[in-house]
């Protein structure tokens, strides 16, 4: 969608091999009723109308894009923040991504489903209760990363779900098997769950940083494969299944919530 707006309403400032580059459009672009009508008929559905939407009121009264730009980077975190959610379609979450990675805002935490599921299990259980993330949630998550981490807190929150990352690729070069060669480093794919089952493979966890994960996996994995000691039973049953039965064979493995 974005190159779509790019070549549709920017201005070329580049051709590489044959191809030509453009930049993103004007705001001023993006605000006539034809913009939206051009968009709809190009597959950006309900955006459409959120995009013209914001177009205009960036443009404001003075029909300068570029004052509002410049009130916004002037504007503390929480006004900054305050102002986006103006925008049609944006919400807290949005809002805090362009808090942090455009306007300068390390304390701006960005609460997904990911997060919350962090922050409910090692941080703030009482919060458990709650099984969506609601603006009252969204508020009480940020502020602890906050008060937790200070004005850099939404950086750290970004170095939690890289080390989620940073535990699949060690299973993966631990218990996986060699699948490809790229530029001399050697990928490896995601471990069979029979080669996670053992006490064994939860003594590597626990001394590698898993923590109290490496007894979940090692628990689940055991459950996976069963009495048939096959993994791929317990597969194709929930593959099999309709969503209730689903949901609910999962949340039997250890550490798997709603």
């Not at 914001?54 to 923040?81: F, H, T, V």
């Not at 990363?145 to 929150?157: I, M, S, T």
Request: proline share 3%; net charge negative; with cysteine.
């Amino acid at each position: 969608m974005v190159e779509k707006l790019c070549l549709k309403f920017g201005s070329p400032i580049a051709e590489v091999d044959g191809v030509t580059y453009h930049d993103f459009p004007l705001v001023s672009a993006l605000k006539h009723e034809s913009s939206e009508h051009w968009m709809r008929e190009n597959g950006f559905g309900y955006r459409a109308k959120y995009i013209r939407a914001s177009a205009d009121m960036i443009m404001g009264a003075e029909n300068n894009e570029n004052s509002w730009l410049d009130n916004l980077l002037a504007m503390d975190y929480d006004n900054a923040k305050a102002e986006l959610m103006k925008l049609t379609g944006i919400g807290a979450k949005v809002a805090d991504c362009i808090c942090l990675m455009s306007l300068g805002h390390l304390c701006a935490v960005p609460v997904d489903t990911h997060v919350h599921q962090i922050a409910v299990r090692i941080y703030t259980p009482h919060l458990s209760k709650y099984k969506t993330v609601t603006p009252a949630v969204y508020n009480e998550i940020g502020g602890f990363f906050r008060n937790l981490y200070g004005d850099k807190a939404g950086w750290a929150h970004t170095l939690m779900l890289e080390r989620i990352s940073s535990m699949v690729e060690k299973l993966c070069l631990k218990f996986g098997s060699p699948i490809a060669e790229v530029d001399g480093v050697t990928y490896h794919d995601f471990p069979l769950v029979s080669a996670l089952k053992h006490e064994s493979s939860e003594h590597w966890m626990r001394e590698n940083g898993f923590g109290y994960r490496a007894k979940y996996i090692r628990a689940s994995a055991d459950m996976i494969m069963g009495a048939e000691n096959n993994e791929n039973s317990w597969l194709d049953n929930l593959l099999a299944m309709d969503y209730d039965n689903a949901k609910a064979e999962l949340m039997k493995l250890t550490g798997i919530g709603a």
